[in-house]
């Protein structure tokens, strides 16, 4: 199995930009499709974003496309988040997940991700 470990969170003004990164160990990240996830307090964990085992293909939740990208360097075991333009409403524990599905699908279902990460707090301050 992989173990994933999230970092690069923190406090961040609104109109700010954070790079989150989630190393994998464990296994070949690149037998994975990967995805983030976020949870705000007493919400529910939600898609943020998704990525392709190669990196070719991505999906991204509509109140981050333009603001977010996700991407992966399969040769340093690393998928990143890169956020600009961050907004209050980001505010959040992100969490990387791990799908070990063999189809093409890139899931949005926090169902279908077999491996996740601790968390790492985002707060945007206005």
């Known amino acids: 199995q992989v173990q994933l470990v999230e970092s690069g969170g923190g406090l961040v003004q609104a109109g700010g930009s954070l790079r989150l990164s989630c190393a994998a160990s464990g296994r070949t990240l690149s037998r994975y499709v990967m995805a983030w996830f976020r949870q705000a307090p007493g919400k529910e964990r939600e898609f943020v974003a998704t990525i392709s085992r190669s990196g070719d293909n991505t999906y991204y939740q509509d109140s981050v496309k333009g603001r977010f990208t996700i991407s992966r360097d399969n040769a340093k075991n690393t998928v990143y988040l890169q956020m600009n333009s961050l907004k209050p409403e980001d505010t959040a524990v992100y969490y990387c997940?791990?799908?070990?599905?063999?189809?093409?699908?890139?899931?949005?279902?926090?169902?279908?991700?077999?491996?996740w990460g601790q968390g790492t707090q985002v707060t945007v301050s206005s």
């Open positions: 997940a791990a799908d070990s599905t063999i189809s093409l699908r890139l899931s949005r279902s926090r169902k279908d991700y077999d491996y």
